[in-house]
């Protein structure tokens, strides 16, 4: 029974040592030694959840860039244990997250198999909004953000195909706007081959998702014959076009950025002023 003056020590003492003592080895020269854990120290607890957030981030790639396609059966618990370092209780905490998600379920006594994507749906920007120019300017900083920094990896990766295509895109942009038609369609497949040229696929896949209605002019009446002024914008937009294209031919990199942003920002301008003429006509 322990003295009333030594109750501490020996409350102490009833511990698990392994539980209460930790090693501490030598850091920047000082000499190792033990320490007592806190009694109340989550650290433990964190740090499994941090492993778990990281082969949760690593499975999920797997699953997004194919690698793990819908229907393969996951690897074992052992064999994630292996690869990746972890304990069994991070790889089944990673497991039941990647279940949530909806990317994963598991079949008693078969096994884990990939779904797919999950519950979290493609991004998308449906064509109601983008019902008015409050929208297309909100879509149009969007844009900005976006490709402004593809154009500067297109300057640094496009290959002669990627130049040939955007060359082609631009031309089937000039005749249609010399003829009177419809030009969207060239228009985007020109911004589109820009993503395309980054080599980086996640660039080409948003933008492939956004579709033509990233265009403004898309929420115009294509049929309607343009007037001076508008084919006076559209020869605008292609000469900024051109510009954009000799900057990745060139491989410059901050003047493919800088004539993106300008050809984005001006058409984004272009509907802030439309925005403003139209609340004072109200």
Do not use: W
Not at 34 to 47: A, D, E, T, W, Y
Not at 76 to 95: C, K, N, P, Q, Y
Not at 96 to 101: D, M, R, T, V
Request: charged share 25%; proline share 4%.
């Amino acid at each position: 029974m322990c003295a009333t003056d030594s109750l501490a020590l020996c409350r102490l003492l009833s511990y698990n040592l392994a539980d209460v003592i930790e090693h501490h080895p030598p850091v920047n020269g000082a000499p190792s030694g033990f320490v007592l854990k806190s009694m109340n120290s989550n650290l433990p607890l964190r740090r499994t959840r941090t492993l778990a957030h990281e082969l949760v981030e690593s499975l999920g790639d797997r699953i997004r860039d194919g690698r793990l396609a819908p229907g393969d059966k996951l690897p074992t618990e052992a064999a994630f244990m292996g690869e990746f370092g972890v304990s069994r209780t991070v790889v089944r905490e990673a497991i039941s997250k990647l279940q949530a998600s909806g990317l994963v379920e598991t079949r008693h006594g078969v096994g884990t198999f990939v779904v797919g994507m999950g519950d979290a749906s493609a991004f998308r920007i449906a064509p109601e909004q983008l019902a008015t120019l409050r929208d297309v300017v909100a879509m149009l900083e969007l844009r900005i953000g976006v490709e402004t920094e593809a154009a500067g990896l297109a300057a640094q990766r496009r290959t002669s195909q990627n130049l040939l295509v955007m060359r082609d895109a631009l031309d089937a942009f000039t005749q249609a706007v010399e003829a009177g038609r419809d030009a969207v369609a060239a228009d985007f497949q020109f911004h589109h081959e820009i993503t395309r040229a980054t080599q980086n696929p996640h660039f080409a896949s948003l933008m492939a998702t956004l579709g033509t209605m990233i265009i403004p002019r898309a929420r115009l009446d294509p049929s309607r014959p343009p007037d001076e002024e508008r084919l006076a914008y559209l020869r605008r937009v292609n000469a900024e076009h051109l510009s954009i294209l000799d900057a990745i031919e060139n491989q410059d990199v901050e003047a493919a950025r800088a004539a993106m942003r300008t050809h984005l920002a001006n058409s984004r301008e272009r509907r802030r002023r439309a925005a403003a003429l139209g609340a004072e006509n109200r």
